[in-house]
C-alpha cells in the first residue's frame, strides 16, 4: 500500500461469522471486508460458505478462510475456533426460526431452538472472549432479534431464545467492560433472507391466503412498511466494530424501521 494510503479500521483483525454462508451473514462478511478484517466463515453448508468466500476473495483483499462447524455441537465449535485460530471479532448470526401455536410447541422445537439460538451464542462467546481479554480488544456482535426485545404470536421458542440472547449479551457487557472487549446485538425486523422466504410461505401455507398477502402482512409490521434489507443489519454490525465504537456495549440496537422503540 502507498505511504500516503490510511489502513482500514479493521485491517489486522480477524472476524469469524457464525451461518456467514448465507443470509446476513453473507451480507456481514462483506461488510467487515470491506473495512479490511479477514475472515473465517463457520456454517454447515460447505459448498454455500465457499461461494461466499470465493465472491469475497473476489472483491475485497482481505485472507477468507471457511471451516465446517455446527454451533449445535460442542467438539465441532471448539475444533472449528481451533482451525480458524485467534479471533478479534464474533459476529453469532447462526439461528433457525420455527413458528407453531404455543400449546403445539414440543420439547423438540423448544430445545433445537434454545439450543442454537441461544446455547450456540454462549459457547461461541466462551470460546472466543477470553483470548479478546488477554489482547485487551474485541468485539462480540450477537445477531438476536427484534423478537428479542419484544413479542410475537406463534414464536415462543424463538422469542424466548432471542430474549436469552440479549440478557447473555448485557451480562457479558458489564463483565466485560474493563477488558477492551465490547458486547452487542443487533435486532433485525422482517429481513430479506431465505429465513423471510420461509416465513412468508409459512403464513400463505397456513392461513390460505397467497404468497403476496403473506409478504404484505409482514412487511405491515414494519412502520417503513418494508422489509429490511441484510445489508443494512450489516451496517449496523459493521458499525459496532470499529475502534471508534468502544464505548458501546450491553446494546440491543433495532434496525427495524421504527418497529421496536
Ligand atoms: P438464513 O436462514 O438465511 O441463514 C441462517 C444461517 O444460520 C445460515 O447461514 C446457517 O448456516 C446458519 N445456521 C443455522 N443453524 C446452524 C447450526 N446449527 N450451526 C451453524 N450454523 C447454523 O437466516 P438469516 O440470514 O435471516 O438469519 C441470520 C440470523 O438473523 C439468525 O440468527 C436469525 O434468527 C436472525 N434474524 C433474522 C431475521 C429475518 O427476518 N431474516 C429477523 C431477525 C433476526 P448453515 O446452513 O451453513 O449451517
Known sequence: MPETETAPPLAGRHALITGGGRGIGAAVAHAL????????????????????????????????????????????????????????ILINNAGIAESAPFARIDDGHWDRTI?????????????????????????????????????????VAYCASKHGVVGLTRALAIEAARSGVTVNAVCPGFTETDMAARAIANVAAKTGRGEDEARRELTRINPQGRLVQPGEVADTVAWLCLPSSSAITGQAIAVAGGEAM
Open 33 to 88: 471486508a470491506g473495512l479490511g478484517a479477514d475472515l473465517t466463515l463457520v456454517g454447515r453448508d460447505e459448498a454455500k460458505l465457499e461461494e461466499t468466500a470465493a465472491a469475497l476473495r473476489g472483491s475485497a483483499l482481505v485472507a477468507v478462510a471457511t471451516v465446517p462447524g455446527d454451533v449445535n455441537q460442542e467438539d465441532s465449535m471448539a475444533a472449528a475456533f481451533d482451525r480458524a485460530g485467534p479471533v478479534s
Open 115 to 155: 439450543a442454537t439460538n441461544l446455547t450456540g451464542t454462549f459457547r461461541c462467546m466462551r470460546l472466543a472472549f477470553p483470548a479478546m481479554a488477554e489482547a485487551g480488544w474485541g468485539r462480540i456482535v450477537n445477531i438476536a432479534s427484534t423478537a428479542g426485545i419484544k413479542g410475537y404470536a406463534y414464536t
